[in-house]
């Protein structure tokens, strides 16, 4: 297998950063007022530098901060189980030794996510800010040295990306920063230039560009397993001397790029930020002009006499100015009073807030916040509303982000052999599996499923007391499942088929036993005179 040419990596390096310029741009006036410690779009920063000097109104920082938050609840959220594994086929999962599988293979990837070494919580959450921002995010995903998964948030000025066919982003480069010590030992193998190794000898400190890319291979041999025959390519280059370090494959594309929205033919997303950015810019240049207002209203101009007035002015609070004073009518200086209406500049605000954040789906976030005295069903209804709303908005989250998110972890996970072997007859299905997402989103949405159900029942009771025969319409084991199943809880709680079957045919016969031994002393006495009356007969 022959690694991507070097010059035609360049050259296409070249260009998709071209194609990004027009981007960086629009970032970076975006984050001088939403995200101001990720302005290093246009220019590179000192690190510990002052970031906003154009920001006078934290709304859109702190809607954007409530974003990411309130995204993360609902998709990904900490301490709990968001999504499952199971098999394409549903006759596979009704067998109790597959469910038990895939609820096994759903810990060991939570385990993994969320163990202290792979940061995965944190980065997330740095996605979702950047996603609110900004509209395009990326991760990296790979196996940690000592085994496990390792995730880190890759800022979007490092990141030059292009789509497939199918608009799916398949090609990644991305440029950092290291120190030459840093590099040799991230690459003690590789083939490092000279002059990178002679940095590293006489400044360690000094920093070095480099360029990982990921994209599919044109060409590879499907029988050879090695890391340089999988489908993506992966490789680490010198950028001041382009040359190729290290060379290697993934069988999942190890970088998870997620958009909030796209535009016709753009490949990166476009932000709720973006929409309201206008208003944005206009709400800072209106607390402004308020805060000018204001010191005025506080601390007003002087108009002071043409004469009388022994100069300089003291304005400072309780200091003297000397005039002369011979029977004027009015003071020789005296404090002027513009007539401004700080209120009206108030009101003004507080329409830019909320369109701001309306546009951050903060309002949204808030319903069951604002209304705190609803009964049970006002706030199942209002969930479900709030469901629906969102479903939309972060539904493309949900394919974009975290199916190839949990994707590329079962590949590095089965790869350090973590993953434990499938059973006979899943494997002999060929061990296909769907993802089931059971977040408190996908919760709300199917909320209206197991309230149909339950509301049924309870409607069936009243005639079930005239006619119980109606209850025979109702499989409950069906119910009891399908509940289980709609509010996410873990298969390991519920027993296999074969054994609820054994333990009623157990129950059964005990129940059969024990109604046979209450009714053997009727049994005894009723043949007893069955016996008596035989012998009378024949008398």
């Known amino acids: 297998m022959v690694a991507p040419n070097t010059k035609e990596i360049f050259t296409r390096y070249a260009r998709l950063k071209n194609e990004r310029s027009v981007w960086e741009g629009h970032w970076e006036e975006i984050a001088e007022r939403v995200l101001p410690r990720s302005r290093i779009f246009t220019g590179e920063l000192t690190p510990g530098d002052k970031r906003t000097s154009k920001l006078y109104d934290a709304t859109a920082a702190l809607a954007c901060e409530r974003f990411a938050s309130a995204v993360e609840s609902l998709l990904t959220p900490r301490g709990a189980r968001w999504h499952q594994l199971r098999s394409t086929n549903p006759l596979l999962n009704q067998d109790h030794d597959v469910r038990l599988w895939f609820d096994q293979v759903t810990n060991i990837m939570f385990g993994h996510r969320y163990a202290p070494k792979s940061f995965f919580s944190s980065q997330m959450y740095e996605g979702y800010m950047s996603i609110g921002a900004f509209g395009t995010a990326g991760m990296f995903v790979d196996e940690h040295p000592n085994g496990g998964l390792m995730y880190r948030h890759v800022h979007l000025s490092d990141l030059y990306v292009a789509e497939n066919e199918m608009g799916r982003i398949d090609t990644v480069f991305r440029k950092f920063k290291v120190t030459a010590r840093q590099a040799l030992r991230m690459f003690e193998d590789g083939d490092l230039s000279d002059n990178l190794r002679k940095l590293a000898t006489d400044k360690p400190d000094d920093k070095i560009e480099l360029l990982h890319v990921c994209c599919p291979r044109t060409d590879r041999d ?153 009964t049970a069903t006002e706030v199942l209804q209002r969930a479900q509303e709030k469901g629906a709303l969102l479903a939309p908005t972060v539904g493309r989250q949900q394919s974009e982000t975290l199916g190839p998110l949990i994707e590329r972890e ?17 494997e002999e299905a060929g061990g296909e599996y769907e993802i089931e997402y059971v977040s408190p989103l996908t919760q709300a949405m199917r909320a209206p499923e197991g309230v149909g159900i339950l509301r049924t029942l309870e409607s069936v009771q009243a005639i079930a007391a005239i006619d119980p025969s109606v209850m025979d319409n109702f499989d409950a084991d069906e119910i009891t499942r399908s509940l289980a199943e709609i509010h996410g809880a873990p298969q390991k709680i519920l027993r296999d088929q074969d054994e609820v079957a054994e333990m009623r045919g157990q129950r059964q016969q005990a129940e059969m036993l024990q109604a046979g031994a209450a009714a053997a002393p009727q049994l005894a006495d009723a043949g007893l005179k069955v016996a008596q009356i035989a012998d009378m007969v024949q008398q």
Not at 244 to 263: A, C, K, Q, V, W
Not at 414 to 424: G, H, K, R, V
């Open 222 to 374: 499907l029988t050879a397993r090695d890391r340089k025959n999988r489908r993506f390519f992966s490789g680490y280059y010198e950028v001041k001397e382009q040359q190729l370090i290290e060379e290697g494959g993934m069988d999942e594309m190890g970088y998870i790029l997620s958009r909030y929205n796209t535009g016709p033919r753009e490949v990166y997303g476009r932000s709720p930020a973006m929409t309201v950015l206008p208003d944005i810019k206009m709400i800072n240049e209106m607390s402004k002009t308020v805060i000018r207002a204001g010191q005025k209203a506080v601390d007003p101009p002087l108009i002071i006499a043409d004469d009388g007035v022994i100069l300089p002015v003291n304005s400072k609070p309780g200091a003297a100015t000397f005039a002369r004073m011979d029977g004027r009518s009015q003071a020789p200086i005296q404090p002027l009073f513009t007539g401004a209406r700080v209120d009206i500049g108030l009101d003004m605000m507080e329409q830019r807030r909320k369109m701001i954040n309306d546009s951050f789906l903060v309002s949204l976030f808030q319903i069951l916040v604002e209304s705190p005295q609803m």
């Open 410 to 426: 079962l590949s590095v996970l089965a790869e350090q052999d973590l993953i434990p072997p499938p059973p006979p007859l899943l």
